[in-house]
């Protein structure tokens, strides 16, 4: 069964600051997936990645898949992206997506 | 594009009682997948469909259950409601698993 952490549980920073988002699994998979929840409930896709690096726009993540870790990074950090974070596992033996807590970030003007 | 349906938004059952929620995904779409999300758990994936066909199925018991039709469209049926079962119910939908996944804005089920 794959154990997916994320580190920290909460996060709260100033606008501007540089952010990261820390996610480890237990076992291999075939890819990991970056979300994206505001209040309210809704869910956003941010990345799928399987290895290296992807950017889109402020936000960067990274897999390094020897170490079984992932990194959300948020430059330039803005009070709109004040959500949890949340990373899941696909693959590595288990059915469907295996979920991390969650990371709730605070960005404060 | 249109993005994924869910219906309804909001539903307030007794313990005891069935429900039935519906799920429509991105067009072309033929993966739907289904979530559980509560405070103490977090997400956790009920089940997956394909093709009209259950692919994948969480450690969930059998009073959870689905179906999709051949429209892609995917309903989620829980019977004998419990407290328990009060949740945000998320569908997502893909083109097929290990793909990037859609979400709906989920179903919000109180059971009282």
């Known amino acids: 069964k794959n154990e997916v952490e994320q580190s920290p549980q909460n996060l709260t920073a100033q606008e501007g600051e540089f952010i990261t988002i820390n996610c480890s699994y237990s076992v291999g998979i075939s890819a990991l997936h970056w979300l994206q929840q505001h209040p309210g409930g809704g869910i956003v896709s941010l990345f799928m990645l399987s290895s290296g690096k992807k950017k889109h726009g402020r936000l960067i993540a990274t897999i390094n898949i020897q170490e079984k870790h992932s990194s959300l990074h948020i430059t330039a950090s803005h009070p709109r992206d004040s959500a949890v974070y949340i990373c899941?596992?696909?693959?590595?033996?288990?059915?469907?997506?295996?979920f991390g807590k969650g990371t709730h970030l605070i960005i404060q003007p | 594009k249109a993005g994924v349906t869910q219906t309804p938004r909001y539903l307030i059952k007794t313990r005891g009682q069935q429900v039935t929620l519906s799920c429509s995904p991105i067009s072309g779409h033929r993966s739907v997948s289904w979530y559980q999300q509560t405070p103490g758990q977090g997400l956790q994936f009920l089940f997956e469909y394909f093709s009209e066909t259950q692919r994948n199925k969480g450690n969930f018991p059998g009073r959870f259950s689905g179906r999709q039709f051949s429209n892609s469209r995917s309903e989620m049926n829980v019977s004998t409601l419990e407290l328990g079962d009060s949740a945000l119910y998320l569908c997502?939908?893909?083109?097929?698993?290990?793909?990037?996944?859609?979400f709906g804005p989920g179903t919000r089920l109180t059971v009282t």
């Open positions: 997502a939908s893909s083109s097929g698993t290990n793909y990037e996944q859609y």
């Open positions: 899941a596992a696909s693959g590595g033996g288990a059915d469907g997506l295996t």
